[in-house]
């Protein structure tokens, strides 16, 4: 079974407003409702592609609620943890001539609450994979997904972790099966600036060298480098397309990439069917489905 972390869920209320007008009355032209968040996005696209799983995580309040009854839409098990204090964040984003995004906070998760998650996890056993993915709540240390690994040890759980800095550099000592920073996180990481596509090799193999077994950076419109577990570099171009929403594309290149790997075994292909889908979901209004994915990899 595959598992996805959503630390804090949201709600994303995406909204056209044709001129946005600072300090004024702005009216919508388009607007959509949708579940939020990293993990949530995988396992969306996962569930598009015909891989069952389950998401887990943190929800509060009415907002909480919606967001479980915006995943059973889309046929998603769902396993999450509620919780008292405070409630599960709107994110507000506003497209016209420029985007502009507004986060909310999320509610605050205490220990005996994380403590739930922790059990759950451990529960689980060899075959199964889990996804960390995305930011945590202001409450928690950054710790957090380090602590979930040292839960797994020696369970022999494929885990997957795309997150930023010191979330994803506490879990390398455990050996991640794969991590995906994209180049400006991988430029972070190391306080450099990637120039070259033998800078994104360098770095990417640094990360092998702390832990990680597989990294996959994901670069925009040029496209991802993945190196493998036994160092080899595969690298390929983004396929062409008219990108209409960026959001969720890196989390469908996630959910790509594990369906490639579970479907072959191969890393080439995992590659491919990991930028056939983050790009899928860019040329998208919304996260991709299995057909637009399949088309893109039939083409690029």
């Known amino acids: 079974m595959i598992y996805t972390v959503t630390f804090n869920p949201a709600i994303d209320y995406i909204v056209d407003i044709d001129e946005f007008k600072l300090g004024q009355v702005n009216r919508t032209s388009t607007e959509q409702v949708l579940p939020g968040g990293k993990g949530i996005n995988v396992s969306i696209v996962l569930g598009n592609l015909g891989f069952e799983n389950t998401?887990?995580?943190?929800?509060?309040?009415?907002?909480?609620?919606?967001?479980?009854?915006?995943?059973?839409?889309y046929n998603i098990k769902t396993d999450f943890i509620h919780v008292k204090d405070g409630m599960s964040r709107i994110n507000v984003k506003v497209k016209g001539t420029r985007e502009t995004e507004i986060n909310g906070m999320g509610p605050n998760v205490g220990k005996d609450e994380l403590d739930i998650l922790y059990r759950r996890i451990s529960t689980l056993s060899e075959g199964d994979i889990l996804v960390l993915a995305g930011s945590i709540n202001a409450s928690l240390p950054d710790t957090v997904y380090a602590d979930i690994l040292n839960v797994l040890v020696g369970k022999n759980v494929k885990v997957v972790v795309d997150a930023t800095g010191n979330l994803l550099r506490n879990v390398l000592k455990f050996k991640p099966f794969m991590v995906k920073p994209n180049i400006y996180e991988l430029s972070q990481i190391y306080g450099v600036s990637i120039e070259s596509r033998d800078d994104v090799i360098k770095y990417a193999n640094m990360l092998r060298k702390e832990g990680a077994v597989n990294v996959l950076v994901s670069?925009?419109?040029?496209?991802?480098?993945?190196?493998d577990e036994n160092g080899n570099v595969y690298e390929r171009e983004a396929p062409s397309g008219k990108?209409?929403?960026?959001?969720?594309?890196?989390?469908?290149?996630?959910?790509?990439?594990?369906?490639?790997?579970?479907?072959?075994?191969?890393?080439?292909?995992?590659?491919k069917m990991g930028l056939a889908a983050g790009s899928a979901s860019a040329f998208s209004a919304y996260l991709a489905t299995k057909d637009e994915v399949l088309d893109v990899y039939r083409r690029s």
């Open 243 to 271: 990108v209409i929403n960026t959001v969720g594309s890196g989390d469908s290149m996630v959910a790509g990439f594990i369906a490639g790997y579970l479907e072959k075994g191969d890393y080439s292909h995992a590659l």
């Open 55 to 73: 998401a887990l995580g943190f929800l509060a309040g009415f907002t909480g609620d919606k967001i479980e009854e915006c995943m059973s839409c």
């Open 219 to 227: 670069m925009g419109k040029d496209g991802a480098i993945l190196i």
